[in-house]
């Protein structure tokens, strides 16, 4: 999470930079994390920024860079000029560069690669051809290497000449000469096997590896369930293009669980609290739009049932009881089927195993709640029949149409290709609305002449 920096640091920099006391508002600028100083950068322009880049040098530039979003990252780079710009991404990590230049528009984006270094351009497009959300798109190139054919002193030589450039030296990796994955070996391993052993005999050749187009969901649940600090990513052959870090995998399990919370809100996932007004209200609407339509699906089934509430119009008081109540535990439903998909705890395969569990789930929910709210509606209203009726309608509800929606949606979603987290939830909550209504009003028509 990072820090915001405050208004009064803002305005105290401007002020010595607009008084000449340069080594005042360099002591103020060093003394920030490169979360906070991304922050404080933000609120600068283009020509705060050319006065402080001096001061701040590209390669603390570029770790408060690898501390924003992709988005506000290139809003930020875009503010240098190109040659700037430039040496910014040749310091940044391979792995967070490539997300970077992708958020700029094409002119802005070919004008810094043109001003890189033809090495790091050329590695960077590379980079650029995988899709951000996979493996290919995490990856960084810069890792360690070995031949099974040489000796475990000559290795340690090798990795002491690497390491500088390597994000991560925890695992050394041992490929052929045509740069295919051939096994793997701790550092701890090179440290403590005889310095004549060869590589070959003390390698583990099995290891395990992501391809470049594995998802990137599917790379950091790999890394979680084997407890890695990093896993190997290979092209259709099995040559060795990079790895990813645990450290990405964070940065992936965040970006995933945003995502899906954004989406299941109904708001678009590159939103946030500073976004532009209009923005922010073209990614909302059409969601809402999608709701009130549903909305009016529910208004049109109370409207069906317009004689009985004006018959019984006590029914009305508990309509958005057993409609809340039942959209609450859909969405809890929803959430944990969810969630066990993105964890691949359970597949579309399992929906029959799922759903009986959770109709026994919902049977003890609706149950529980059902006799409350029968009680309540008897006690309040005096009327045993208005209790009956709004507890058993509460108790299908949640025990059948929230349980199978819950289960239902996700499963089905999944099957066909689409992320459930988009509108499972809302679907679910919407369709226990329509359909607790329908119960409700439905079970009162049939017992009216007792309600009266």
Do not use: C
Request: hydrophobic share 50%.
């Amino acid at each position: 999470m990072r820090l915001q920096p405050s208004y009064v640091d803002v305005r105290r920099l401007r002020q010595l930079l607009d008084d000449g006391n340069p080594r005042e508002a360099e002591t103020l600028v060093l003394s920030l994390a490169p979360a906070g100083l991304a922050d404080l950068l933000l609120q600068l322009d283009p020509i705060e920024l050319a006065r402080l880049q001096p001061v701040l040098g590209r390669v603390r530039l570029a770790d408060a860079l690898a501390e924003l979003d992709p988005s506000e990252a290139a809003r930020l780079i875009a503010r240098f000029t190109r040659a700037i710009a430039a040496d910014i991404l040749e310091d940044m990590e391979p792995d967070d560069a490539p997300h970077v230049v992708e958020e700029l528009e094409d002119s802005q984006a070919e004008g810094i690669l043109a001003e890189m270094e033809q090495d790091e351009a050329r590695e960077l497009r590379q980079l650029m051809t995988y899709p951000a959300d996979t493996a290919g798109g995490r990856m960084t190139p810069e890792f360690v290497s070995i031949s099974p054919t040489v000796t475990v002193a000559a290795a340690m030589r090798l990795v002491r000449t690497q390491a500088p450039d390597a994000e991560t030296i925890y695992y050394v990796y041992v490929t052929d000469q045509y740069e295919r994955l051939r096994g793997v070996v701790s550092l701890r391993q090179l440290v403590i096997a005889d310095p004549q052993a060869r590589i070959a005999d003390v390698m583990r050749r099995q290891v395990f590896h992501v391809r470049v187009d594995t998802d990137q969901e599917g790379a950091a649940r790999l890394l979680a369930e084997h407890d890695l600090l990093a896993v190997p990513v290979v092209d259709e052959v099995d040559r060795l293009r990079g790895v990813i870090t645990v450290d990405d995998v964070l940065d992936v399990v965040e970006q995933e669980a945003t995502e899906d919370m954004y989406r299941m809100a109904g708001i678009g996932v590159k939103e946030h609290a500073t976004s532009p007004m209009l923005e922010s209200a073209r990614r909302r609407v059409p969601w809402l739009a999608f709701n009130m339509i549903w909305s009016l699906g529910s208004a049109f089934i109370i409207s069906g049932f317009q004689g009985t509430i004006e018959a019984a119009t006590v029914l009305a008081v508990f309509i958005p009881v057993i409609t809340g109540q039942a959209g609450n535990a859909g969405i809890q439903t929803a959430t944990i089927v969810i969630r066990s998909l993105a964890l691949g705890e359970v597949t579309p395969g399992d929906t029959m195993k799922v759903l009986l569990r959770e109709w026994g789930v919902g049977v003890i929910k609706g149950g529980l709640f059902g006799l409350l709210l029968g009680a309540i509606a008897w006690v309040w209203k005096g009327s045993p029949v208005l209790g009956l009726v709004a507890g058993g309608a509460l108790f299908l509800n949640i025990a059948v149409v929230a349980s199978t929606t819950g289960v239902i949606f996700p499963m089905t979603l999944r099957r066909i290709g689409i992320d459930p987290a988009t509108i499972a939830g809302v679907f679910d909550t919407m369709l226990s609305d329509l359909m607790g209504n329908l119960i409700y009003l439905g079970i009162a028509t049939l017992l009216i002449r007792w309600l009266i």
